[in-house]
Structure formats: C-alpha cells, structure tokens
C-alpha cells in the first residue's frame, strides 16, 4: 500500500507540475496552427504570473487575479500579433523581445508596486480544499487531495481545445489559415482576423499557465519564477505534433521529470539533486532533437501573410 501511495503522489505532482504547461502549450497550439510562431509564450507566462498576484493583493480575491492574469496574458500577446501580423516583423525575433522585456517588466514592477525586489507579498492563492470523506477514499483520496482546480481546468482546457479545432467551422478556418493562408483568404476567410485571435488566445492560455504557476501553490511572484517552462512548452508543443491531446502528453512527460525530482527520496533514489534539477531541460533538449526531423508543422507557421500576393 505505501508503495501505491508513492505512485499517486508522484502521478499528482505530475499533473500539478505539468499544469502551467498545459495551459501554456494550448496557447501555443492556437497560435502556430493559425500560423504564427509564438516565441513569447515564456513572456507571457510571467506577466500571467506576476498580474495573477497583483490582482490578487489588490482586490483580496485569488479569482479576480485569475482573471487579471489571462488579460494581462492576452495584451502582451496582442503586441506580438500587432508586430507578427500588421507591421511583418519576424516572429521569433517579436517573441524573444517580449521575454526579455515582460522578465524585466516584472522585476521592475516588483520593486514599484511592492517596494522590494525579488519578489511579491504572499497574497491570497486560489484555495483548494476536499472534505475529509474524500480524503479518507481509499487509495484515490490522496491522490484527489495532491491536486487543484488549476488542474480539472487544464483538462476541460484540452478537451475544449480538440472539439474547437477538430470538431467546429472556426477549427476548420485556423487550421486553413494555417496550412494555406492564399487559399482560405479566397474563400472569404479573414487571415488577419483569425490570426490575431488565435494569437490573442494563445497569450491569454500562457497567462493563465503563469496564474497556476504562481496563485496554484506558492501564492507570490518571484524572479525566475517561471524558469524556462515557456520554452518548455513549446518543445511540448512540437513533441505533440502540434496537437492538443499530444501537448498534454509530451507535458506530462516533462513534468513528470521535474516531479522525479520532488518525490525522489520518496523512491529511495538518492542520485545528485543538480542530476534532478536538469532532468526536465535535459529531456526538453532530447525531445527536440529527436523529433523535430519526425513532426511536420502547419505549411505557413512563422510566414506573414501579405494579401494579394500569391
């Protein structure tokens, strides 16, 4: 039994870790498969992250800093369509600029709203309790009490994803914009309307990543909080054949490393922690490599389109 419980506790971390990803590597999703690379999703994560606790310390209310999170989130991504979009600026160049300037934004936010540097106030997180008959559900009841609402909200997240692109019109329209912009622009689709959108969903889904990252569990905004897990979830993103159901998997599977990490005494594994701590980035390097050559991405990801030209 004590062995079963190691499993769920690490399976629960997994799914906690990978959570921010999630929400992170869907947003990734709508935007590419509207064609545009979305290089900022680690931007957008922090900015997600630190208005989440700004919005909490604010109103008192972890739900309303949520919200505030996925607008913040949502703006830094309508700068990045603007520049991707209207002025066909270069998308990777558009997105590594907007990480470097939402890292130094919050940092320098932190020190002016808070008046301190490092990192926020704790403030009030997005509270996650189950009723002690639950808990007390063999074997499930711990696993159900490692959790969060984050987490339900990232699988109906995917869910939603699948049905939207796969299953409805609109799905239909992103991924035509995607694959062969000229050819849905001659059938009335507006590439421009869908692309902006979708960019705007995408940073509005990595802002909500950054919200569980920071109001999920340690409710504070800290530099280096995010710690690459943008970037991450990009690598997720192509793992995942830029799928949804495939982000959640390849996710997982990252999030599952730095969870090994956590739980590692738990197993009985007494390996070096510094071998732990690269283990995620390591596999991030690994999937890459392996299978970048073995996935194909939407025809026009990353190509601006200019109307008219053919």
Request: charged share 10%; net charge positive; hydrophobic share 50%.
């Amino acid at each position: 039994m004590a062995s079963v419980n190691v499993v769920l506790e690490l399976l629960a971390s997994t799914l906690a870790l990978g959570t921010p990803l999630i929400f992170a590597g869907l947003g990734g999703v709508f935007s590419e498969k509207s064609g545009v690379v979305n290089i900022g999703l680690e931007g957008m994560m922090i900015i997600g992250a630190f208005f989440g606790v700004y919005g909490s310390h604010i109103t008192g209310s972890a739900l309303i800093g949520v919200v505030i999170a996925v607008i913040a989130g949502g703006i830094v991504a309508l700068i990045h369509a603007f520049l991707s979009i209207t002025l066909r600026a270069d998308q990777v160049i558009s997105g590594t600029a907007i990480n470097l300037f939402s890292q130094a934004l919050a940092a320098f936010l932190i020190f002016k709203l808070f008046g301190k540097g490092g990192q926020t106030e704790s403030v009030n997180g997005l509270i996650y309790q189950v009723s002690s008959t639950v808990r007390d559900i063999p074997i499930i009841g711990k696993f159900i009490s490692e959790l969060n609402w984050f987490v339900y909200l990232a699988i109906i997240a995917v869910i939603a994803t699948h049905f939207i692109m796969y299953k409805t019109p609109w799905g239909l329209r992103i991924r035509s914009v995607g694959e062969h912009p000229q050819a849905a622009d001659t059938l009335g689709i507006n590439v421009f309307k869908v692309r902006y959108i979708c960019v705007m969903i995408s940073g509005m889904l990595a802002g909500l990543g950054g919200a569980a990252l920071s109001l999920g569990s340690t409710p504070l905004y800290r530099d280096g909080m995010v710690a690459g897990r943008g970037f991450i979830a990009l690598a997720a993103l192509i793992f995942g054949n830029w799928k949804p159901v495939g982000t959640l998997w390849a996710c997982l599977l990252f999030s599952f490393a730095n969870a090994l990490q956590l739980k590692s005494q738990l197993l009985g594994l007494n390996l070096p922690t510094e071998l732990y701590s690269a283990f995620p980035y390591v596999l991030t390097m690994i999937a890459l490599a392996g299978f970048v050559g073995k996935t194909r991405p939407p025809e026009a990801s990353g190509v601006p389109y200019e109307k008219g030209k053919r």
